[in-house]
Nanobody, 123 residues
């Protein structure tokens, strides 16, 4: 069982920045690939970013956030981060982190999910 708790959401003006954190309660964090997803009202959940297990040498991004968002991990803290810059109103959504054993990326099923943190970008 893996428990994930997101934090760092909030209200920000367009062009601003936020850093989301996701703390994992597990002894096997090093072995988990981690992902960030988001869901806006009335829309389906969509992939945002992912990072591979252990060293996090592989990262993946949705085209809509590429160049603006950066995913990273700190295995010593069992935490994955999502640095979000140049935020746009269309980034407004609830952001969820998720974990899986195995490869990272947008096309895989993730095993555990956090409760989400709200990000609102005003124009």
């Amino acid at each position: 069982q893996v428990q994930l708790v997101e934090s760092g959401g909030g209200l920000v003006q367009a062009g601003g920045s936020l850093r989301l954190s996701c703390a994992a309660s597990t002894r096997t964090f090093n072995n988990l690939s981690m992902g960030w997803f988001r869901q806006a009202p009335g829309k389906e959940r969509e992939f945002v970013a992912a990072i591979s297990w252990f060293g996090g040498l592989s990262t993946y991004y949705a085209d809509s956030v590429k160049g603006r968002f950066t995913i990273s991990r700190d295995n010593a803290k069992n935490t994955v981060y999502l640095e979000m810059n140049i935020l746009k109103p269309e980034d407004t959504a609830t952001y969820y982190c998720a974990s899986r054993s195995g490869r990272a990326g947008p096309g895989y099923d993730y095993d555990y999910w956090g409760q989400g943190t709200q990000v609102t970008v005003s124009s």
